[in-house]
Nanobody
């Protein structure tokens, strides 16, 4: 059993910042790859960022603005989002794969106003 809980979303103006958190229970994050995806209404799920044991990678649309990190002591992965744009508006989800099964949190809403 793996449970992931995202938090930190909210309403911000364009150019603002938010830090999303993904807290895990049932498993520790330290040895797992963790992904952030987002989905806006009527649109497909979009990859945002990934963190492995050795660092992060990003979609071109967020590179240079978002930073993924992890705190293994807190069993939490973070997504720092700076210079937010209205097109970043979406529900953000974190996920991991454990024993061939994907686990996702409930999502946290990010809304960026112009």
């Amino acid at each position: 059993q793996v449970q992931l809980v995202e938090s930190g979303g909210g309403l911000v103006q364009a150019g603002g910042s938010l830090r999303l958190s993904c807290a895990a229970s049932g498993r520790t994050f330290s040895s797992y790859t963790v992904d952030w995806f987002r989905q806006a209404p009527g649109k497909e799920r979009e990859f945002v960022a990934r963190i492995t044991w050795n660092g992060g990678s990003y979609a071109d649309s967020v590179k240079g603005r978002f930073t993924i990190s992890r705190d293994n002591a807190k069993n939490t992965v973070y997504l720092q989002m700076n210079s937010l744009k209205p097109e970043d508006t979406a529900v953000y989800y974190c996920g991991i794969r454990v024993a061939g099964t994907d686990y996702w949190g409930q999502g946290t809403q990010v809304t960026v106003s112009s």
